[in-house]
């Protein structure tokens, strides 16, 4: 009877230590769970995976910055490892600085910068790898240009808690039932096997059916747990070498842009501190440059003939000649008519000077007798030598070459002859423009108050650039477009006759306000028009903006942004793909 006793007091206490297993896999469970709803989840945990939308910031920490500003510079520096990756740029437009000397503080040493190839400055001190808040001042010297930064940049401890799951929690938890030399997961593995193991034991042993399946159901929750802590994307232990880490652009959750010195470096973003201006509208026309047909000419024969060279040659494209210098001959050449024609004139006016002569002859000897008066002798004189001239000129025109001289100073630009050629009356034989002297005639499609057109210039290409004065412009439409006349104040050497030119100038009345170049607007995800401001030397803020075009560059900002705003008036279209 005892024995039966015992054995059943001993079956009680194993169904006992069975439902306590079974409590406390239910408990961990619980624990898991709650303890699992406030982890962040990692790459792969995104919107519809079971754990609610991203989180606004997912990347790993940045590296460790000091940033530092002046009146007349930025500076950034990136700690990696032992060295320090200074970034200088002008504070105004976010130039690179790569012309000065650095002399670095970093705790109590002196370190003296070194330029390198990209265009940084780079120190090194083992004060770097120190955790904790080290002081980091730099002197810049820039030709006259003196200024000191100061800033702080904080290293934080290497045994910090890494960004994903923390298993302290876990850890402490699963010590009651594994070593502590187990893995977080391998614990959670371990207990639900056990827990398993009990439900089915319970089953076996005291035919309990409701331990066995609060067995199994624990069991198998606490496997699929530990899975979920590690599954594929999902490690949590150190972070892997290809995640995403602070140091790469990102847009922030207040909207605000961290755009790195190397990513600025990259896609060369340039800014402006706005100010009001005062100025007017800028018209722009296509055009051309033309000769001055007060200081240019062509060369055209007026017979048909055969073109003779001067003595030294024909002169080439390119020589500089003077007004009256000779630049060949064109003999003259008749056809079968022609010369039937001279050689009939010529028969009449031999005769008529043979009839001259004799008549002259006669009225002398009656002069002599006072038959005829010396009135008439003379008129019958004039008659003979008349013709005699009219022969004389007809055969020189026969055989007398026209000689073909510059009309103007200046350089030959065409020379369309050779040595021997036929020309006619229609050819032009040479062109001469002097070069210093040119104009420039434009297009103007709009109707713009071009008669008040001022500081206009023509641009042909990056590097050549004319000042002009306006002149006219023609009063008839052509085609639906009206000419404007230019006068070329200073010819650059690069200019030629025909040369295609871009002309911007100045018209209207005078506004005054923010003006920015049409390349700072962007376009936000909203729909808005947008504008950058840099705020610190990596984060830039976009502003909506209020703006009217001002002209074909431009624009007039209304409201939106502030007199002393530093704007990204260079690369805001690519500030703003950072998403």
Do not use: C
């Not at 006793?5 to 409590?23: K, P, Q, V």
């Not at 303890?35 to 790993?60: L, Y």
């Not at 747990?225 to 290809?242: M, Q």
């Not at 000779?326 to 003999?331: K, Q």
């Amino acid at each position: 009877m005892f024995r039966s006793l015992f054995a059943h007091s001993r079956s009680r206490e194993r169904e006992t230590l069975a439902a306590r297993l079974l409590a406390a896999g239910a408990a961990l469970l619980a624990l898991i769970a709650v303890h699992g709803a406030s982890v962040r989840a990692g790459p792969g945990h995104g919107p519809g995976e079971g754990h609610g939308p991203e989180p606004a910031a997912a990347s790993a920490p940045a590296s460790p910055r000091v940033v530092a500003t002046s009146e007349n510079f930025q500076f950034a520096g990136i700690v990696e490892g032992e060295v320090l990756v200074i970034y200088l740029d002008r504070f105004a437009d976010n130039s690179p600085v790569t012309s000065a000397k650095l002399m670095v503080t970093v705790g109590d040493k002196d370190l003296v910068a070194e330029l390198q190839r990209q265009g940084t400055y780079e120190v090194a001190s083992p004060v770097l790898k120190q955790p904790g808040v080290h002081e980091v001042v730099v002197n810049v010297v820039d030709g006259q240009l003196t200024d000191l930064l100061v800033g702080s940049v904080r290293i934080p401890s290497p045994t910090a808690a890494a960004h994903g799951f923390d298993h302290t929690l876990w850890s402490h938890v699963t010590s009651a039932w594994v070593p502590h030399a187990l893995s977080s997961k391998l614990a959670t593995t371990v207990a639900g096997g056990m827990v398993l193991i009990a439900g089915l034991g319970a089953f076996a042993l005291f035919r309990r059916r409701d331990l066995a399946i609060a067995g199994v159901v624990l069991g198998f929750a606490l496997l699929a747990s530990s899975a979920a802590f590690a599954g594929p994307g999902h490690d949590h232990g150190p972070e892997p070498a290809s995640a995403t880490n602070g140091n790469t652009p990102q847009r922030r959750p207040d909207g605000n842009i961290f755009l790195p010195k190397p990513t600025q470096r990259l896609i060369e973003v340039r800014t402006r501190i706005v100010a009001p201006e005062t100025t007017s509208k800028t018209l722009r026309f296509v055009g051309r440059i033309v000769a001055n047909p007060n200081r240019s000419g062509v060369v055209q024969s007026t017979i048909q003939g055969r073109f003779i060279p001067p003595k030294d040659g024909v002169v080439g494209i390119g020589a500089r000649v003077k007004a009256g210098d000779l630049l060949g001959s064109v003999a003259p050449s008749f056809i079968a008519k022609d010369a039937s024609d001279m050689a009939q004139t010529l028969g009449e006016l031999d005769q008529q000077i043979a009839l001259a002569r004799t008549k002259l002859n006669r009225q002398e000897m009656l002069l002599k007798t006072n038959v005829v008066s010396k009135a008439a002798v003379d008129e019958t004189r004039i008659q003979l030598d008349g013709y005699t001239k009219r022969r004389a000129e007809l055969l020189e025109s026969r055989v007398q070459p026209e000689v073909l001289r510059a009309p103007v100073d200046g350089l030959i630009t065409a020379a369309r002859v050779v040595a021997g050629q036929v020309v006619s009356q229609s050819d032009q034989l040479f062109s001469i423009v002097d070069t210093s002297s040119l104009m420039v005639e434009a297009l103007a499609f709009d109707q713009v108050p071009s008669d008040e057109i001022e500081q206009a210039v023509a641009s042909a290409g990056d590097r050549v650039t004319t000042r002009l004065r306006f002149l006219g412009r023609s009063r008839a439409l052509q085609q639906q477009y009206t000419v404007l006349k230019f006068e070329v104040l200073d010819p650059n050497p690069a200019l030629n006759v025909g040369t295609s030119v871009t002309i911007a100038g100045r018209s209207g009345e005078a506004v005054t306000g923010i003006v920015l170049p049409r390349a700072a607007l962007a376009q936000a995800p909203n729909g808005q028009m947008v504008v950058f401001s840099q705020k610190e030397p990596e984060v830039f803020e976009p502003k909506a903006i209020r703006f009217e075009p001002f002209d074909a560059q431009s624009i007039l900002v209304h409201a939106g942004i502030a007199v002393g705003d530093k704007v990204v008036v260079q690369g805001a279209p690519l500030v703003n793909q950072v998403r």
